[in-house]
Nanobody
Framework: QVQLMESGGGEVQPGGSLRLSCAASGSIFTINGMGWYRQVPGKERELVARRDSGGGSYFLDSVKGRFTISRLNRENTVYLQMSALNSEDTAVYYC?????????????????????WGQGTLVTVSE
């Protein structure tokens, strides 16, 4: 099993900043991708930012130049630094992690693939 622990959401004024973090733990052989999605009521969940194991990154157009994503591989943790926040950034943010479990015989080889979601953390941008 792999568990994800998110933190860092909250309420902030327009123009403010927040940092979200997501730590993965459990029987992990390797993590391929770590990212953040967000969702508002009545809309589909959308990918905000992703950081792949090879160092590649993706950002939603509306957050480019304002959000950065970083990974601390030795701690299986991903951070989303959000700056210049505006009301359209208000949403529940979900961490997404995919990779491979350790095999049943140990962590010297990969087992099956996994993709897990965090519980979600609310970010509210308001006056």
């Amino acid at each position: 099993q792999v568990q994800l622990m998110e933190s860092g959401g909250g309420e902030v004024q327009p123009g403010g900043s927040l940092r979200l973090s997501c730590a993965a733990s459990g029987s992990i052989f390797t993590i391929n991708g770590m990212g953040w999605y967000r969702q508002v009521p009545g809309k589909e969940r959308e990918l905000v930012a992703r950081r792949d194991s090879g160092g590649g990154s993706y950002f939603l157009d509306s957050v480019k130049g304002r959000f950065t994503i970083s990974r601390l591989n030795r701690e299986n943790t991903v951070y989303l630094q959000m700056s210049a926040l505006n009301s359209e950034d208000t949403a529940v943010y979900y961490c997404n992690v995919h990779g491979y479990y350790c095999s049943v015989s140990g962590c010297d080889r990969p087992g099956s693939h996994f993709e897990n979601w965090g519980q979600g953390t609310l970010v509210t941008v308001s006056e």
